[in-house]
T-cell receptor, first 113, second 113 residues
Framework: AQSVSQHNHHVILSEAASLELGCNYS??????LFWYVQYPGQHLQLLLK??????LVKGIKGFEAEFIKSKFSFNLRKPSVQWSDTAEYFC???????????FGTGTRLQVFP | DAGVIQSPRHEVTEMGQEVTLRCKPI?????LFWYRQTMMRGLELLIY????????DSGMPEDRFSAKMPNASFSTLKIQPSEPRDSAVYFC???????????FGDGTRLSIL
């Protein structure tokens, strides 16, 4: 069965620090990969997605993620975080032609001014 | 462009009562998903529909939970009888087609006393 691992459960950073959140999945075939963000008290919103092509994906708000097939990873990065990036971040995966998304357990990011 | 609409936003009720959560997906979306989010278990997929047909209900906790989608623009998640351990935020999401990102509603925060 597919699974998604987010090893960082809680990350605390100061503003302007660089961010990298890990995401690993277990599935040997072709996958679609997503990062969602959930701001406090809000619903999940799509941050970026990878279906095919350039493995370096640019998303909203300066976020990017790199798909490394050999490592089964899709880590999220941002060079300089802001206080407003405080949120929970979820990595998710599905396989082509399926509806079901498998979510990781989430990483809570706190950014202090 | 209206997003996924859920109602009610908050529900507080006593254990043993029937609870009905409602969801209106984005018009034109073919797939609808119900999730439950708790601190302990994270984001769990309960059930999803494709073209109004339940495809996978393996995440439904027990027989007290049921979901219906009588038409393309409406779905309900019912808990009867409710228990305190059902307290959570319940999200509905919809997507246009397989492989496409899911769009989430604002959620229903359910508290069972």
């Amino acid at each position: 069965a597919q699974s998604v691992s987010q090893h960082n459960h809680h990350v605390i950073l100061s503003e302007a620090a660089s961010l990298e959140l890990g995401c690993n999945y277990s599935y040997g075939g072709t996958v679609n990969l997503f990062w969602y963000v959930q701001y406090p008290g809000q619903h999940l919103q799509l941050l970026l997605k990878y279906f095919s092509g350039d493995p370096l994906v640019k998303g909203i708000k300066g976020f990017e993620a790199e798909f490394i097939k050999s490592k089964f990873s899709f880590n999220l990065r941002k060079p300089s975080v802001q206080w407003s990036d405080t949120a929970e971040y979820f990595c998710a995966v599905n396989t082509p032609n399926t509806d079901k998304l498998i979510f990781g357990t989430g990483t809570r990011l706190q950014v202090f001014p | 462009d209206a997003g996924v609409i859920q109602s009610p936003r908050h529900e507080v009720t006593e254990m043993g009562q029937e609870v009905t959560l409602r969801c209106k997906p984005i018009s034109g979306h073919n797939s609808l998903f119900w999730y439950r989010q708790t601190m302990m278990r994270g984001l769990e997929l309960l059930i999803y529909f494709n073209n109004n047909v339940p495809i996978d209900d393996s995440g439904m906790p027990e027989d007290r939970f049921s979901a219906k989608m009588p038409n393309a623009s409406f779905s309900t998640l019912k808990i009867q009888p409710s228990e305190p351990r059902d307290s959570a935020v319940y999200f509905c999401a919809s997507s246009y087609d397989r492989d496409q990102p899911q769009h989430f509603g604002d959620g229903t925060r359910l508290s069972i006393l």
